[in-house]
C-alpha cells in the first residue's frame, strides 16, 4: 500500500533543543500537511504546505518541502514538555482524493 | 460548534458481533472519512466520502459499511468482527476532498474484538 515513511520513529531530546523529524514519498503529492497527535486523542494539524512552496513557518514550528525528492521536514524549535505527541506527515496526491500517511515519529521532550 | 463527535469511545466485541460506530460533524464538511490506527502503521483509510449519498472504498475496506445519508453523518459498520479489527478508529471531515483543506479529527473509539 502506499506509504509515507517518516523517521526517526522514535526521538527524545532534552527541553529547549530543536526537534527534526522528516517524511518521504514514493509518489508526487501536490500539498502536504502535519498533524500531532497526544497520546489517547485524536489528530490536530499544524501546518500545510503546498508544492510550490519550499519553506513556511508558523510560531516554532518550520516546514521545508523538496518536490524534487518527495520528502519533507518538521523543525520544531526550542522544544517543550508540552510538545510531547507523535507527529504525522499526510501527502494528498495527485490523481485522487487520498491522502498517504506516515507511519509517524514519537517525541519525547524531557524536562 | 462541536467539530466531529464519534462514539463510543471505547468498545469489546466479541468474534461474529455487528456493532456500528457513529461520527457525526457540525462544521457542513462535504468530505468525511473513516481511519484505523495500528501501531507502527500510521493512519489506513477504510472509507470515504465526498458528499451526502456518495461513499468509495479506501485501503482497507473489508469488513466494513459505510452510507452517508446526511451531510452531518457517517456511520461505520462492523459486518461480523474479527480479532484483526482490534483497533483505533477516527473519524474525519473536511471542507472538500480535493485542496488542501485541514482535516478535523474525532477523538478516536477504541475497538477490542475477543
Known amino acids: 500500500s502506499q506509504q509515507g515513511e517518516e523517521d526517526p520513529q522514535a526521538l527524545s531530546i532534552q527541553e529547549g533543543e530543536n526537534a527534526t523529524m522528516n517524511c518521504s514519498y514514493k509518489t508526487s503529492i501536490n500539498n502536504l500537511q502535519w498533524y500531532r497527535q497526544n497520546s489517547g486523542r485524536g489528530l490536530v494539524h499544524l501546518i500545510l504546505?503546498?508544492?510550490n512552496e519550499r519553506e513556511k513557518h508558523s510560531g516554532r514550528l518550520r516546514v521545508t518541502l523538496d518536490t524534487s525528492k518527495k520528502s519533507s521536514s518538521l523543525l520544531i524549535t526550542a522544544s517543550r514538555a508540552a510538545d510531547t505527541a507523535s507527529y504525522f506527515c499526510a501527502g494528498r496526491q495527485d490523481s485522487n482524493y487520498q491522502l498517504i500517511w506516515g507511519a509517524g515519529t514519537k517525541l519525547i521532550i524531557k524536562p | 460548534n462541536a467539530g466531529v463527535t464519534q462514539t463510543p469511545k471505547f468498545q469489546v466485541l466479541k468474534t461474529g458481533q455487528s456493532m456500528t460506530l457513529q461520527c457525526a460533524q457540525d462544521?457542513?464538511?462535504?468530505?468525511m472519512s473513516w481511519y484505523r490506527q495500528d501501531p507502527g502503521m500510521g493512519l489506513r483509510l477504510i472509507h470515504y466520502?465526498?458528499?451526502?449519498?456518495?461513499?468509495d472504498q479506501g485501503e482497507v475496506p473489508n469488513g466494513y459499511n459505510v452510507s452517508r445519508s446526511t451531510t452531518e453523518d457517517f456511520p461505520l459498520r462492523l459486518l461480523s468482527a474479527a480479532p484483526s479489527q482490534t483497533s483505533v478508529y477516527f473519524c474525519?471531515?473536511?471542507?472538500?476532498?480535493?485542496?488542501?483543506?485541514?482535516?478535523?479529527f474525532g477523538e478516536g473509539s477504541w475497538l477490542t474484538v475477543v
Open positions: 504546505i503546498r508544492s
Open positions: 466520502s465526498v458528499g451526502a449519498g456518495i461513499t
Open positions: 462544521m457542513n464538511h462535504e468530505y
Open positions: 474525519a471531515s473536511s471542507y472538500e476532498a480535493l485542496s488542501g483543506n485541514t482535516i478535523y
